[in-house]
């Protein structure tokens, strides 16, 4: 596994910035990210990642938001 980045991103459900530690070397993140319209499905470019960490990588939501939106028992 790669070096860990320190990734800071705006989440898209409460407009601030947040941050989270992937598992993954800031470079390849960084392409990935900058090749919006060419590049693979983020499951299959980053198998080894979370869903929280993907999530993170897409939106900018953390898992704390997303409990904090959702909780466990409510109905949507």
Not at 42 to 47: L, T
């Amino acid at each position: 596994m790669g070096a860990k980045t320190l990734l800071k991103r705006v989440s898209a459900m409460t407009g601030i910035e947040n941050e989270m530690e992937i598992n993954e070397e800031r470079e390849v993140i960084e392409d990935w990210m900058e090749n919006r319209h060419q590049r693979p499905l983020i499951q299959k470019a980053f198998p080894s990642l979370t869903k929280e960490e993907r999530e993170f990588m897409l939106t900018g939501v953390t898992p704390e938001e997303w409990q904090e939106a959702f909780p466990p028992g409510e109905e949507i």
